[in-house]
């Protein structure tokens, strides 16, 4: 059995194609996360499935958890008995896991702060995209745009390549690469698939051009 917010339990698949079932009871209404994660050595691919009490498939998660790790999501319409079924993905696949159940957080992070500031003026050409959440965040799999009045996408990128991306925390800082053309204006469109909490709630991203946008600074002149 698997307790709620309790620690880990532990398992072995040792035998290919085999799929270890956990009782767990859950409360309706409630979200829940189901993380399956390889141990050291374990599962190549964990595989998370949820059965209600007549063993009818109600959620499952190859990949969700990041790293290869699995995780559901699911709010019961009803309270009782479920189980929790832990595999590997291919049916060739062994090893140990690590299965955990929690409360989810259903709240997606929200932006508090941007720098440079929604129609700020005379940016430096050099300055680095700063946002800051509500919550700390990871990167998923969605790109950061910058694009001119005209539309025209003049940098584009993704938000997992940690060479232009840094996240500490709830702070993200991205490097547009190399300095923005002087006396520009500019628009960052970010996909909602960039972003994301550890409970993988995702933050809703900016689509439209007036949601964040500024003006770098122009070109001084010399007598």
Do not use: K
């Amino acid at each position: 059995m698997v307790t709620v917010n309790g620690p880990a339990v532990g398992g072995v698949i040792e035998t290919a194609g085999d799929r270890d079932l956990f009782r767990v009871e859950l409360a309706a209404g409630v979200s829940y996360g189901l993380l399956l994660e390889r141990s050291t050595g374990g599962l190549a691919d964990p595989y998370v499935t949820l059965w209600d009490a007549e063993l009818r498939l109600v959620a499952e998660d190859d990949d969700g958890g990041g790293a290869g790790n699995a995780r559901a999501g699911f709010t019961p319409p009803a309270a009782g008995t479920y189980y929790i079924g832990a595999q590997d993905f291919s049916t060739t696949g062994t090893g140990a896991y690590a299965l955990r159940v929690i409360t989810a957080d259903a709240q997606p992070p929200t932006l508090l702060e941007r720098r440079p500031a929604d129609d700020a003026v005379d940016v430096a050409v050099g300055a680095d995209l700063v946002l800051r959440f509500s919550e700390s965040v990871r990167a998923g799999q969605g790109l950061v745009r910058l694009v001119d009045a005209g539309g025209a996408v003049l940098r584009e990128i993704r938000a997992d390549d940690a060479t232009a991306v840094r996240i500490a925390g709830s702070t993200v800082t991205i490097d547009p690469g190399a300095n923005l053309p002087p006396g520009t204006d500019f628009s960052v469109l970010i996909d909602a698939t960039a972003f994301r909490d550890g409970a993988g709630n995702v933050y809703a991203g900016i689509t439209s051009p007036d949601g964040w946008s500024f003006r770098t600074v122009g070109v001084t002149q010399q007598d």
